[in-house]
């Protein structure tokens, strides 16, 4: 059975005592799912929402190593690419204090490496997984790469691009719950996830959708 948008797992997720009885009570959402799921724009949504700041790791990893990820991939190789992703992940988190609200996008191979999971499992934040049909992850990131010039480095085609969602769905879904995106707007998803996990916009600091 699958419910058609929420499930509440377990794994990671918000809680507040760190490995050593220390007290954590950082509220940090961080979404995950394959390439195309809107973790971006949704994580954008939902921290003006929340009236939270906003990362995407990726955007970290780029001004770390000052070039691209298509270059990283290019020039290094994705196992280099992984390397900083997970010392990215890894700065992030570190970062997070008690008490401090974050919404994070990590990228679509973040939470497929176990090392990444750990560091999540640790920080004790939420998870969500941002799930939709795979016809439609393609569609998106098609579209994107046509209209925006957004490249991939592991778009691949239609074949290769189900084959590595397929394989990573099961990682997916270990996120402490799972959104489904289809046929909802940005706004409303990012509506969605507020509402599932009980958040409401920080002090003066929500802005106005
Ligand atoms: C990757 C997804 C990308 C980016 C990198 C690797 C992946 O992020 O991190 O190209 O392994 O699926 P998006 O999911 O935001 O496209």
Not at 71 to 79: L, T, Y
Not at 91 to 119: C, D, I, P, T, Y
């Amino acid at each position: 059975m699958k419910p058609d948008s929420k499930t509440v797992g377990v794994g990671v997720r918000g809680g507040k005592v760190a490995p050593g009885g220390e007290q954590r009570t950082s509220k940090a959402v961080v979404l995950i799912g394959f390439m195309g799921a809107g973790k971006t724009s949704v994580g954008r949504a939902l921290g003006e929402r929340l009236g939270w700041p906003f990362e995407d790791l990726d955007e970290r990893i780029e001004r770390r190593e000052r070039r691209t990820v298509p270059e990283i991939f290019r020039d290094s190789g994705e196992a280099e690419f992984r390397r900083a992703e997970h010392e990215a992940l890894s700065e992030l988190l570190g970062e997070l204090q008690a008490g401090s609200e974050q919404v994070v996008a990590l990228g679509g191979g973040a939470f497929v490496q176990k090392q990444n999971v750990h560091l999540l499992q640790v920080a004790r934040v939420f998870t969500v997984f941002l799930d939709a049909d795979v016809e439609e992850l393609w569609r998106r990131c098609s579209r994107q790469a046509e209209q925006l010039g957004v490249a991939r480095p592991l778009l691949g085609n239609l074949g290769s691009f189900r084959k590595l969602c397929e394989a990573r769905r099961r990682h997916y879904r270990k996120a402490s719950f799972t959104q489904k995106t289809g046929g909802r707007t940005v706004k409303k998803i990012a509506a969605e996830i507020a509402h599932a996990l009980g958040l409401s916009p920080s002090g003066k600091r929500g802005k106005k959708q």
